[in-house]
Structure formats: C-alpha cells, structure tokens
C-alpha cells in the first residue's frame, strides 16, 4: 500500500474511532449526525440545500437525516421567512449540548489512545501528525 493509502486509512479508521458511539451503540447520535452538527450554528440557519452541498449528499439524503436530529430536539427546521419555498436548520441549545458532549468524548479517546503508547511514541506521532499538518497547509497555500 502507498505512504498516501497508509495515512488516509490511518486517518479514516482514528477518525471513526474517536467519533463511535461507544461499545453498545446505543444513546448518541451517529458520526454521520454529528458531522451535520458541526455544520450548523445556533444564530445562523442554513439552507438544507446548502448543508447537503458542503456534505456532498442530496437534499432529499439530508432531510432524511435531519428527521431525527429534529426528533431529538438538536436540530430546528423552519421555513425560510423571505422564500416559504426553502427550508433552513440551525443548532439549537440541545443539539450544541450533545455536539459539545460528543467532542468531549473525542477528547478523552484520544487521550486514551495516547497514553497507552510508550513516551517515545507518542512524542514520535506528535512530532509526525504536527509536520504532516505544517506541509499540507503549505501545500494549501
């Protein structure tokens, strides 16, 4: 495999790890859920359309996955004052609450996965995760 299949596998399987709702998979929203939930704003809202565009999925895909961030209260719909045609969704109090919950939860994982390594390691990934990131945003620029 090459060193790019390597990192984004690594970086794909780490990210899955710290965003899983836990050995039952019960009580949380799903990655997929939290991800429309970093997206949004409590001041804000944003169209559907606009949402399922920056997600790369179809508006019809978004709403199906709102119904149940809107179920649980983390999500409000209304209709667009200005054009009753669009639909908008913003973040409420609930839905901040468990994406804040939720990146707690990243944090101490990580923490976790961390500590298990041998110091030596840990200041080696550091060191790698930290020279990886300064060389894409040259690239970036």
């Keep these: 495999m090459s060193d790019i299949g390597q990192i984004l596998g690594a970086l794909g399987r780490i990210d899955a790890s710290l965003a899983s709702r836990g050995t039952d998979g019960q009580g949380g929203p799903t990655p997929k859920q939290l991800r429309i939930l970093e997206e949004l704003d409590e001041d804000d809202p944003v169209m559907v359309t606009e949402l399922a565009d920056v997600l790369g999925v179809t508006p019809s895909t978004m709403s199906l996955n709102l119904r149940r961030l809107v179920e649980t209260g983390a999500v409000a719909r209304e209709r667009d004052p200005a054009d009753r ?3 908008n969704v ?9 994406l804040d919950r939720a990146q707690q939860r990243s944090v101490e994982r990580l923490a ?7 110091p030596h390691e840990r200041r080696r990934v550091v060191e790698g995760v930290t020279l990886l990131a300064e060389s894409s945003e040259a690239v970036a620029r």
């Design 85 to 87: 045609r669009v639909m």
């Design 90 to 98: 913003r973040l409420t109090s609930a839905g901040k609450a468990v």
């Design 112 to 118: 976790a996965a961390l500590e298990r390594l041998h």
